[in-house]
Nanobody
Framework: QVTLVESGGGLVQTGGSLRLSCVAS????????MGWFRQLPGKEREFVAA???????LYADSVKGRFTISRDNPENTMYLQMDSLKPEDTAVYYC?????????????????WGQGTQVTVSS
């Protein structure tokens, strides 16, 4: 089994930065893909970014150029560097991962999820 634990959320002003971390335990080294989703109350979980074990990454258009996803495989840790934050980035951010190669933008394709960390961007 795999456990994912996020940290690094908080309150920041528009234009500021935050760095989220996700530490994986268990079969973490087998994770083929890891990613970040975000969710507002009453809304569907939204894809933010994903990174393969190879290092290849992809982003949602809404965060491209502002967010950077990275992965430290020996440390079983994934990061999301968020710069130039906007109020519309406010959400609960979830770390996720899976052992298989499936479409990364679809949340139901992931079997492992963290508990979420709140990010609030004030205007």
């Amino acid at each position: 089994q795999v456990t994912l634990v996020e940290s690094g959320g908080g309150l920041v002003q528009t234009g500021g930065s935050l760095r989220l971390s996700c530490v994986a335990s268990g079969r973490a080294l087998s994770m083929y893909i890891m990613g970040w989703f975000r969710q507002l109350p009453g809304k569907e979980r939204e894809f933010v970014a994903a990174i393969y074990r190879s290092g290849k990454s992809l982003y949602a258009d809404s965060v491209k150029g502002r967010f950077t996803i990275s992965r430290d495989n020996p440390e079983n840790t994934m990061y999301l560097q968020m710069d130039s934050l906007k109020p519309e980035d406010t959400a609960v951010y979830y770390c996720t991962g899976d052992l298989q190669d499936r479409r990364p933008q679809t949340p139901t394709n992931y079997n492992f999820w963290g508990q979420g960390t709140q990010v609030t961007v004030s205007s």
